[in-house]
């Protein structure tokens, strides 16, 4: 398997693919301080709850505040790393060496899962940079400890955009189209994001939907005290949807055809 990701390592590192995604990440907290900025100047309230980073403290939220930007471009990016291994037939390559399918997939899970950290480390830290020189560093209501707190919170964030990065790279085996995955991850984050919001109206669905991590990810408060007491479990689900997706995508992999 050590092969497997020197491997792709080197295809990563020539890939333009990787630096879009980078290059899109990292410039787009820039680009949220300096508008958010001229939007202060011009007389908005900057409302913590409203636009979840006001400051260089509150940034340590930029994974919730672009979550969604995050995990479609972070579904495309994936759906093209592995996409294009079967419809170039690179795959084979690897396999007639006698690496074995379960190595073969976790070397993909692994750089799919390093690639996202990388951006959400370098999203996080130019996004404390740009609004504390906009805003200053300033703090966090009902915050007390701000370094076990920031800790612990880009943790947790860090974890449930992991758990979406594994559905999609199950997706895109066993699609094994990059088209096809794109739009199967698309919807896949269309209906575990925004459905939940629904069910949230009705008692009976309510907690189920606290089984999908983006319903944290999208609809819940961190900057509150009685969001970071439910980080375990929100820690519980990201690691249940990583092991199941995995177990899935190994197996249904190991049984398919490749042609």
Do not use: C
Request: no cysteine.
């Amino acid at each position: 398997m050590l092969n497997l990701l020197a491997a792709e390592k080197i295809k990563l590192l020539r890939s333009k693919r990787l630096w879009i995604v980078l290059g899109i990440l990292f410039i787009l907290p820039i680009m949220q301080a300096v508008s958010f900025h001229f939007e202060v100047q011009n007389g908005k309230e900057p409302v913590q709850i409203i636009e979840t980073v006001i400051n260089g403290a509150t940034a340590i939220l930029m994974i919730k505040k672009n979550g969604f930007t995050i995990l479609l471009v972070l579904s495309a990016f994936i759906s093209f790393l592995i996409g294009e291994e079967f419809h170039n037939g690179t795959i084979r390559n690897a396999l007639s060496l006698g690496q074995s399918r379960t190595h073969y997939y976790l070397s993909k899970l692994v750089i799919a899962a390093l690639v996202s950290i990388v951006s959400v480390i370098g999203l996080t830290v130019i996004g404390m940079i740009s609004y504390s020189i906009a805003f200053g560093f300033g703090g966090i209501a009902e915050i007390t400890n701000y370094t076990s707190y920031a800790v612990k919170t880009f943790s947790t964030l860090s974890l449930l955009l992991l758990s979406s990065v594994s559905v999609y790279v199950m997706i895109s085996f066993l699609t094994k189209n990059s088209s096809l995955s794109l739009i199967w991850s698309f919807l896949y984050t269309i209906a575990t994001g925004f459905l939940p919001s629904l069910f949230q109206q009705t008692e009976h669905f309510k907690q189920v939907t606290n089984w999908f991590s983006q319903t944290f990810l999208f609809y819940w408060d961190f900057a509150q005290p009685a969001s970071v007491a439910q980080y375990p479990q929100m820690v519980l689900v990201s690691l249940i949807t990583i092991v199941i997706s995995s177990m899935v995508g190994i197996l249904l992999f190991k049984r398919s055809d490749i042609k």
